[in-house]
C-alpha cells in the first residue's frame, strides 16, 4: 500500500500564497495545508479554510523568521538579542537547538500558543509541523510535542527524508539539489531519537517526507521523479505554491518565483495523472491520525 499527502507550508504567508494553496487544493493534488498562527494573512488563510472542508489542516509552528506570539520577554532564548523577534539564520537557530540553548519551557510556550489561536479561529487542527523543519532537533521536538498533546493533536511531520536518487541527468541540471541532499544527511542520526520520541509520547507521523531536497527547486521533471519512486509506505510530499506578487516580493523567503512554478505543476493534469498511474492514494494527515 502506498499514500501520499500532499501538503503546501506556509498557509497566512501573504495573500497570494492563500490563494495559491486553495486553488492547489481545489484544482491540484494538495490534500493538507499547514498555517502561519503569526502570518501577515493569518485571518484571510481562517476564513478560506472554512470553505474548504475537506482540505486538512495543520499548524505550522514558527521558531525561526517572525514575530511570536508571547511575550518576548518571557521566551528570550528563542529571540534574537536586542530585537523582538526569533532569529533569522536557521544555522544559528541549529547550533542553538543543537546544544541546549533554547529553553524548552521557552519552545512549549510558544507553541502552545500558536496551536491554540488556530484552534480559537475555530480551525480543526489535524497535525503539526514546523517552519524549517526545526523540530528536526530533539531539544524542539519534545517540547513541541508537549504542546500538542496538551491542545489534543496526536500527529506531526516526520522531517526526515525517504528520498530515493533523482535521475543523473536531472542533479545535472540542478546541482544545488546534491547541497540540500548533503544537509540533510548530515542529520540523520537524528532519526532514530525522532521516532523513540514519537512513539513515547504517542504521536502519528509518516514513514518520512519527500520533496526536502528539492524545495525551491521543484519542477515538472522532479515530479515525475518522485510520483514514480514513492515507496510504500504512507509518506508526505512538502511543497509551497504561491503566486509571486508584490507581497512575497516583499518578504524575507527565498521561495519566490518557485512557488508559482510549484503551483503550476501541482495544479496539472499530469501531477494527478502520475499519481493515479503509479498506483498511490492521496490523503490528509486526517486519515493519518485516524
Not at 523567503?253 to 501541482?266: F, G, I, N
Request: aromatic share 6%.
Amino acid at each position: 500500500m502506498r499514500r501520499l499527502i500532499v501538503n503546501a507550508d506556509d498557509l497566512g504567508y501573504t495573500s497570494g500564497v492563500n490563494r495559491a494553496i486553495f486553488e492547489a487544493h481545489a484544482t491540484g493534488i494538495v490534500t493538507s495545508t499547514t498555517l502561519m498562527a503569526n502570518g501577515a494573512a493569518f485571518a484571510g488563510a481562517c476564513a478560506g479554510l472554512a470553505s474548504v472542508p475537506r482540505l486538512g489542516a495543520g499548524c505550522h509552528i514558527v521558531l525561526t523568521d517572525g514575530v511570536p506570539l508571547s511575550n518576548p520577554t518571557g521566551i528570550a532564548s528563542l529571540i534574537e538579542p536586542g530585537r523582538a523577534d526569533f532569529r533569522t539564520s536557521i544555522a544559528q537557530v541549529a547550533g542553538r537547538a543543537l546544544f541546549g540553548r533554547m529553553d524548552p519551557r521557552h519552545i512549549e510556550l510558544e507553541a502552545g500558543a500558536q496551536i491554540r489561536r488556530l484552534q480559537t479561529a475555530g480551525i480543526s487542527l489535524t497535525h503539526i509541523d514546523t517552519h524549517k523543519h526545526t523540530h528536526i532537533f530533539p531539544t524542539v521536538l519534545r517540547p513541541i510535542l508537549k504542546a500538542a498533546r496538551e491542545c489534543g493533536i496526536r500527529a506531526v511531520r516526520n522531517p526526515f527524508s525517504g528520498w530515493r536518487a533523482l535521475p543523473s541527468q536531472l542533479l545535472l541540471k540542478q546541482p544545488q539539489i546534491w547541497l540540500r541532499w548533503a544537509e540533510l544527511r548530515a542529520l540523520s542520526p537524528l532519526q532514530a531519537a525522532f521516532r523513540n520520541t514519537i512513539l513515547s509520547y504517542g504521536f502519528r507521523t509518516p514513514d518520512g517526507t519527500l520533496g526536502m531536497e528539492v524545495t525551491g527547486t521543484l519542477d515538472e521533471s522532479t515530479f515525475a521523479a518522485i510520483a514514480a519512486s514513492i515507496p510504500d509506505g504512507t509518506w508526505e510530499l512538502v511543497c509551497h505554491p504561491g503566486y509571486d506578487d508584490a507581497d512575497l516580493a516583499q518578504s524575507q523567503t527565498r521561495l519566490k518565483q518557485s512557488r508559482a512554478v510549484e503551483l503550476r505543476v501541482l495544479t496539472s493534469p499530469e501531477a494527478r495523472s502520475a499519481i493515479e498511474n503509479a498506483g498511490v492514494e492521496l490523503i490528509s494527515f486526517r486519515e493519518l491520525a485516524a
